[in-house]
């Protein structure tokens, strides 16, 4: 079965210290992975991918993630955190490229981050 | 431009009432889909629309749930004879295509509560 573990429901970090929100998956073939960021109130809003290519990349607000294939991990970093960066994380994975995907995502049940000033 | 919306934002049904629940997605996506989150179950998946159709409607929880798409573009979620474990916030989001390498653009989502 396909999955996505976030195993912390809660990260807290000091202001301008760096960040890490945790993500392994279990899916078959090469997956598709997201992160996705959900404000109180609000819907989710996308944040970075990994389609192919470079195991780093960079999304929107100053984060990164890194695809590990060997650990089956798709961590989301970020170097300084801002107070404002408060808010509910989804990690998500679609399997890759088949005539059967339809894109739906499978999502994790989501990591708290807490950034006290 | 304009982003997915979602009517209504919020919607209080008494149990065994019908409701609907609309999406309006980004003009030009072709495909949508439905997810379902609430607490005890996290973001779920219920079904996805490639234009009209449906060729996913595999997280459909029981045939209580039912969605249509039409012209290419708004999508209703309907739910028959509400269940108090139907509440829950449903979210829409639409991408230029039915296909994994795109990213999904989420509404706000609506918020049903079955009293």
């Known amino acids: 079965a396909q999955s996505v573990a976030q195993p912390e429901d809660q990260v807290n970090v000091a202001e301008g210290n760096p960040l890490t929100v945790k993500c392994t998956y279990s899916v078959s073939g090469n997956p598709y992975l997201f992160w996705y960021v959900q404000y109180p109130n609000r819907g989710l809003q996308f944040l970075l991918k990994y389609i192919t290519g470079d195991n780093l990349v960079k999304g929107s607000y100053g984060f990164e993630a890194e695809f590990n294939k060997s650990q089956t991990s798709f961590h989301l970093k970020k170097p300084s955190a801002l107070v404002s960066d408060s808010a509910l994380y989804f990690c998500a994975v679609t399997p890759g490229m088949s005539s059967s995907n339809t894109g739906k995502l499978i999502f994790g049940q989501g990591t708290t981050l807490q950034v006290k000033p | 431009g304009a982003g997915v919306s979602q009517s209504p934002s919020n919607k209080v049904t008494e149990k065994g009432k019908d409701v609907e629940l609309r999406c309006d997605p980004i003009s030009g996506h072709t495909a949508l889909y439905w997810y379902r989150q609430s607490l005890g179950q996290g973001l779920e998946f219920l079904i996805y629309?490639?234009?009209?159709?449906?060729?996913?409607k595999s997280g459909l929880p029981s045939d209580r749930f039912s969605a249509e798409r039409t012209g290419g573009s708004v999508s209703t979620l309907t739910i028959q004879r509400t269940q108090q474990e139907d509440s829950a916030v449903y979210l829409c989001?639409?991408?230029?295509?039915?296909?994994?390498?795109?990213?999904?653009?989420f509404g706000p989502g609506t918020r049903l509560t079955v009293t």
């Open positions: 629309f490639q234009g009209n159709s449906a060729p996913d």
């Open positions: 989001a639409s991408s230029p295509m039915g296909q994994a390498v795109h990213e999904q653009y």
